[in-house]
């Protein structure tokens, strides 16, 4: 059987941790994270290689804005809606297999959009996008929760989210150009193709740490006096097969009527709210509100996403470093997230600045600050009952990715109502904002949720 989460409010399971030898302590966990790091970066740009075949593909495909701004949003109703029903299947069959079977329809559902002649195909194929990438972020916070330690949950949450942002940052370029030498069709190729051969090496080399032949027992050790969810050698025939959790559809409600959830969950949709301006309004608000030219666009809209990569990583770090010197976890973890979502309202000021210099960096400055606010993964990891980790991180990515539906609306029906990004970008703020205040006032006590029958 698995061994509970243990709270670390008190401290004990980080001396406790912290009397293993770190010089013989291996460091497969390491391993394992950067799994989920090249996982993440593939998964953001499946969800957002559309973007960049765009311009071609609607040409093409005789597609008008409408029908495309529908394409656009129809992933983001399929992911929200398969959140808890992921979640439950990652709870019933374990991390290895969700992952996988997520990681290679996503990638399929990718690869036939680059072979479609019609709307109707497309519209499908974006469908089960979004269906497949359901389980992904579930299982990712499941991973950390399985192989890291209280201590460095919030490192390995960083390591993994800043690969939404180096994917987006470093690899429109080249997809820009491989769209130039051999049409859109090819992106959805090889984004698709990749996909697809890391899904087979995620299934021949991720292991639970029992099972993992690089893992020492040291760092099982480690591992398990911090909380996780590692299983002793001892007993891995027993641990072999995953826990049923016994899942009821009233536990939901149960998990709601926790302030630790609810308030989370408000939290990372403010977050988020800010992450899906960037990925969708972003280049229209350079090119419309601010008359950039596209050569100068795709200069600067490079800069505030290496920002958030930048944040993504302080946050983390930032976090696991309070937690270390004996800061409490409701601080250590909740301090980043609040001055993350307090920084990201600056975005506000670009209404009333000229230069777009100080604009790309009030932007720069807004998405760093989103980035160090991404850590609500590691929360979690911190609150989610055991056996219940899979449909509490569906829940809250239900909610967080929410915003991936009502922002995008909101910012387009501001700027068509009013010819203007002035109150979307407020609008981006003042989300921001009542982000951090649901930390401060709702969140509460970061410390495991127990459901009493």
Known sequence: MSQPIQSTSSGTPHQKGATVNPARRSKARYQILGLLAVGTMINYLDRTVLGIAAPQLTKELGINAAMMGLLFSVFSWSYVAAQIPGGLFLDRFGSKLTYFLSMTLWSLCTLAQGLVHGIGALFAFRLGLGVSEAPCFPTNSRVVATWFPQSERAMATGTYTVGEYIGLAFFSPFLFMLMGAFGWRSLFYVVGGVGIVFGLVWWMFYREPHE???????????????GGLTHSRKSADVAAAPAKSGFEWRTIGRLLKHRQLTGICLGQFAGNSTLVFFLTWFPTYLATERHMAWLKIGFFAIMPFIAASIGVMFGGVFSDWLLRRGISPNVARKLPII???????????ANYVESNVVVIAILSVAFFAQGMAALGWTLVSDIAPEGLLGVTGGIFNFAANLAGIITPLVVGFIVAATGSFVGALVFIGAVALIGALSYIFIVGDIKRIVLVD
Do not use: F, V, W
């Not at 993992?212 to 911090?226: F, T, V």
């Not at 001055?339 to 000021?349: K, M, Q």
């Open 212 to 226: 993992h032949p690089s893992a020492n027992q040291e760092e099982l050790d480690y591992i398990e006096a911090g």
């Open 339 to 349: 001055a993350g979502l307090l920084l990201a309202s600056t975005i506000i000021l």
